[in-house]
């Protein structure tokens, strides 16, 4: 009977033989009389009374069930599924994106333009890092989302004038060889940015693949601690020739 509701065969003999039976009945003869097995028949009425179609009661120890009135579980089904059909009416139905292509981009202005629309799309986050001259166009528009509450932290090479707290400067040293032009930018921790300069042409990616995402996010703050422990503590670490050596072949 309750199967043309969605219900399943067990639940429907097990309700059938509640709402047949005049008195009500304990497992042992629900098993009985509805040919569920045992093992199942403490699921099936567990279900049927978390969905409000059986009552429970005790007696010498027993646990009785007894199903509604079936005219009460034709109105509770009837209002149910008209809930559910207004439901369905106003719900409205959008595909998350889920493009894990790694697409490439070629030419600085390009770069430049698709940078500036990833930001205008950022809703919590926005992590930016690259070279002072590339970043501080942007700042004016970064620190007007800052200040409706979306976290922007950067790290730019090179000085930039900005009101934003978390910034993070480095400044290269002469023998710093390894430094190269970059920019990578990550939006709410979804979608991805990264370009840099070879042969004198700007090449980059752009991303919404999750482990590339995270990967970055990771590279971001990798860069960030390597650049505010440095700046802490430059004047011992300058003194250690290996440390040094090693921190001046960093491409960060």
Not at 43 to 58: A, D
Not at 144 to 152: A, E, P, S, T, V
Request: no cysteine; glycine share 2%.
């Amino acid at each position: 009977m309750l199967q043309k509701f969605g219900f399943t065969q067990y639940e429907s003999q097990v309700f059938e033989v509640l709402t047949a039976s005049s008195e009500p009945l304990d497992t042992s003869s629900i098993v009985k009389y509805s040919h569920v097995p045992k093992s199942k028949v403490y699921e099936v009425l567990n279900r049927l009374v978390e969905k409000g179609l059986l009552l429970t009661s005790f007696q010498e120890r027993k646990k009785l069930y007894t199903a509604l009135p079936l005219d009460t579980t034709i109105d509770k089904l009837t209002r149910e599924f008209q809930e559910n059909v207004k439901a369905l009416k106003h719900r409205e139905y959008t595909l998350t994106p889920s493009d894990d292509r790694v697409w490439t981009i070629q030419d600085h202005p390009a770069i430049t333009s698709l940078t500036t629309g990833l930001i205008s799309r950022a809703e919590q986050s926005i992590y930016l890092s690259g070279w002072s001259d590339d970043i501080q166009p942007l700042l004016s528009e970064l620190e007007r989302l800052n200040d409706q509450h979306i976290k922007i932290e950067v790290l730019s090479v090179g000085e930039v004038n900005t009101f934003l707290s978390d910034i993070h400067i480095l400044v290269p040293m002469e023998k710093h060889e390894a430094l190269e032009r970059h920019k990578l930018i990550i939006i709410d921790e979804k979608e991805i940015l990264f370009a840099g300069l070879e042969q004198d042409t700007w090449q980059g990616i752009k991303t919404m693949s999750k482990p590339l995402v995270k990967f970055f996010t990771e590279f971001f703050f990798h860069d960030v601690a390597l650049t505010e422990i440095t700046k802490k503590y430059e004047n011992t670490l300058m003194k250690d020739e290996k440390i040094k050596n090693i921190l001046m072949k960093l491409r960060y």
